[in-house]
């Protein structure tokens, strides 16, 4: 007996039940389950449950036929069947049920299924139908959902019905939402699955969250609207919370476990380059950031941060003199571009700043000669090379270090995260790593993504910058626009014209630049006008050479793909026009726009189109014509874009949110990155007493990777 007894608690409380196979489920079997296995990745029990609605049908209302209108949506009405006919029609037959309330009639319609229907339906027994009207000589419902109105006034999903995810497949095959609903609904009263609460006392009682059973209970069969929302908070706060936590433990654990060298000096170098050969006073941002890698690099964790700063903010220089103070304490640095031209630019930069300091800056790169590199490669084993500039050639084996201090990403979207691992294995202990990036990661995302690194920020222009003015014309205006092109080359200003490159239809852009060059160099002939032309077919050398024609000031016209969009810097160039300006995403647009504007006088930005644009094309432009402040722009970009597009598959996992959503639900990211910074700094290890709900809840997710999968 006892045993027994024991037997049926230890069932009942067995953390196990749901991880029972979905085939087990009452109104599943096997053809089923096989669908929800396929189709939404839904195994046991487990996944079902967390499986939230899109969104809710409200069906507190319940409409009079009187009352439909021919814009009605999806209404809900209860009345009874009086009559039943099927019509036989060209293309098939049909069943039409004849369908009475008080107030009038309706038909409500099948095309297939007739004889289950034929079979099951009860005339003149009320029914609650719901689904979408249509009016044609009277109204009409093709199939209905139906539920008799004793079932209905009983059933647990009385008001709120949640719309689950599906597919058509699923639908096609008559697992309807009405099914998955049943499902849910068998589930919570078969299993009577009572959920372990997975967060503080004191951060539910702070933020009056309701318990993490009545939540799950009310997002799946909401009372009222009132209960939904506050299921749907308690649920994104915990997901958004735990991600949080991770992400800061992660931080935590680096800054404890991952050693870096400390640069504890601040020599000569940094100090007789501060005092005595910066090219300009540095803004207040430049000063902040500087500090911020200084107190980074003193410490003996290694560093791992992300500089973000605008085109044109002077992250440059940021990065020099970190690299500095690398050289002070006796280690070498490296800055590495994603681009031969950019890389090229850094160094002839990085080697006019330094010139009367003693440091040997070199550059490598793919077309570095054999002898160049046979002595780059020694002096860097022996260490009397100090900076090493260059691409992605860095990254070969045969470049080894003598002792890598500091490594320096600059526009970090284009490098993967196992390149810039490659990078730490060079060493002993890993070089500080900064990453600059000029692509603004909106503040909610960077927290979700990067809230592992330290972030900085340059959010101020060096001063005297005039704001770009940025147009957008259509190109039957194209006359108008080479005419103010004539105007600003007679004034001595530069120009580039830029045309799209996109991978998958190379040889018709290409075919758009030879076509767009001609008609250029028809409007603006020799001697008069020099055009330079660069694009990715040509060879390294023919684009370096037509790079720097423009960058000495000989050409007026530089004509480019995209190749130009990373970092360069032609102070004189004060208009940017971009071509088929609606195929360009917005960051695209504002990198490229950000090559002008970086001179003493007005720049212009002229984005050309033709008439046909999408709404999304439109906003692009519109935001564009708006604004300069590349934040603002990458917040716009985000909501058109979602998160995963623009971080890529990369960082999916980070994303991969079962119900907050990062751009939607940043108020509640915010509060709940608050909370776990607050718990972690009271308590790092999380051993008090009142985290061990937290230290529990988080040892799990470790285990599961997914943190819905505690319950008991
Ligand atoms: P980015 O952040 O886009 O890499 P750069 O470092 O290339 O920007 O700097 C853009 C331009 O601004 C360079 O010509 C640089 O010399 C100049 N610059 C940077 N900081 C300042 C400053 N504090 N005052 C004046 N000019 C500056
Ligand atoms: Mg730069």
Redesign the pocket.
């Known amino acids: 007996m006892t045993q027994i007894i024991n037997n049926s608690i230890f069932a009942l409380m067995k953390p196990n039940i749901l991880q029972t196979p979905i085939d087990y489920l009452k109104g599943v079997g096997p053809s089923r389950a096989q669908l929800l296995r396929t189709e939404l990745g839904i195994h046991t029990f487990q996944d079902l449950i967390n499986l939230f609605p899109n969104r809710y049908i409200d069906k507190t209302r319940y409409y009079k036929i009187y009352e439909l209108r021919p814009t009605s949506a999806e209404v809900q009405i209860v009345g009874k069947i009086v009559h039943l006919k099927t019509v036989e029609q060209k293309r098939g037959k049909r069943l039409v049920a004849t369908f009475v309330d008080d107030t009038g009639q309706m038909e409500l319609v099948w095309f297939r299924g007739h004889k289950w229907i034929r079979e099951n339906l009860k005339l003149n027994t009320p029914y609650v139908i719901f689904g979408k009207t249509k009016y044609y000589n009277g109204y009409s419902m093709p199939h209905p959902e139906m539920e008799l109105l004793s079932t209905h006034q009983q059933s647990l999903r009385i008001t709120m019905q949640p719309v689950y995810p599906s597919t058509e497949k699923l639908s096609n095959k008559g697992v309807t939402n009405r099914v998955i609903s049943k499902m849910m609904e068998a589930l919570f009263t078969e299993t009577q699955v009572k959920f372990m609460e997975t967060l503080p006392v004191g951060i539910l009682s702070d933020l009056h969250l309701i318990s993490k059973s009545e939540a799950m209970f009310n997002v799946h069969f909401p009372k009222n609207q009132e209960l939904l929302a506050k299921a749907q908070y308690r649920l994104k706060f915990e997901e958004l919370f735990y991600i949080q936590l991770q992400l800061l433990i992660k931080k935590l654990v680096r800054k404890q476990k991952i050693k870096g060298f400390p640069f504890t000096e601040v020599g000569s170098y940094f100090n007789n380059f501060y005092s005595h050969h910066l090219?300009?006073?540095?803004?207040n941002a430049?000063k902040r950031v500087i500090k911020e890698i200084r107190n980074d690099l003193g410490t003996s964790a290694q560093m791992n941060r992300l500089l973000q700063?605008?085109?044109?903010?002077?992250?440059?220089?940021v990065g020099l003199m970190a690299m500095l103070l690398a050289i002070d304490n006796g280690f070498q640095a490296c800055i590495m571009a994603p681009t031969a031209i950019l890389a090229t630019q850094h160094f002839q930069?990085i080697q006019e700043l330094v010139q009367d300091l003693d440091i040997n800056v070199k550059l490598l790169m793919g077309s570095t000669t054999t002898k160049e590199r046979r002595q780059i490669h020694e002096e860097l084993e022996q260490g009397s090379l100090h900076i090493l500039v260059g691409t992605h050639a860095l990254l070969e084996d045969k470049v080894q270090f003598h002792n890598l201090g500091l490594a320096i990403i600059?526009e970090q979207h284009r490098f993967g995260v196992a390149q810039r691992a490659k990078l730490w294995h060079k060493n002993t202990y890993p070089p500080h790593i900064l990453v600059?990036t000029?692509t603004p990661i909106p503040r909610t995302l960077a927290m979700s993504v990067y809230g592992d690194l330290d972030i900085s920020v340059?959010d101020e222009l060096?001063?005297?910058r005039k704001s770009i003015k940025t147009v957008h014309r259509y190109d039957s205006n194209r006359l108008k626009v080479f005419k103010f092109i004539a105007d600003e080359i007679k004034k001595g200003r530069q120009i580039y014209i830029v045309y799209p490159l996109i991978q998958e239809s190379e040889a018709m852009d290409y075919k758009d630049l030879m076509d767009g060059y001609e008609s250029i160099a028809r409007y603006f002939p020799p001697p008069d006008y020099q055009i330079s032309i660069v694009h990715g077919q040509m060879k390294p050398a023919d684009k370096d050479y037509e790079m720097e024609r423009f960058v000495k000031g000989q050409t007026q016209i530089m004509v480019a793909t995209t190749v130009i969009e990373v970092?360069v810097?032609v102070?004189n160039a004060s208009v940017m026009i971009i071509e088929s300006a609606e195929r360009f995403g917005l960051s695209q647009l504002h990198q490229l726009r950000?090559r002008v504007g970086?001179g003493a006088e007005q720049s212009y930005c002229i984005l050309m189109t033709g008439h046909k644009l999408s709404e999304d094309s439109k906003t692009r432009l519109q935001t564009m014509v708006a604004t300069n402040d590349g934040f603002e722009i990458a917040e716009v970009d985000l909501k058109l874009r979602g998160p995963g597009d623009i971080m890529g598959t990369q960082q999916s996992g980070v994303l991969n949110l079962k119900i907050a959503d990062v751009v939607k639900d940043n108020e509640i990211l915010k509060t709940a990155r608050y909370y776990a910074l607050q718990i972690l700094k009271e308590d790092p290890a999380l051993e008090k007493e009142q985290h061990a709900i937290v230290r529990y809840t988080y040892t799990q997710l470790g285990k599961h990777k997914n943190i819905w999968n505690y319950i008991s």
């Not at 090219?279 to 803004?283: A, C, G, H, K």
């Not at 700063?309 to 220089?317: E, L, P, Q």
Request: charged share 20%; net charge negative.
């Open positions: 090219p300009f006073e540095l803004t430049q700063g605008d085109v044109g903010s002077g992250k440059t220089i930069g600059d600059m000029a340059i060096p001063p005297g970092g810097n102070p950000g970086r």
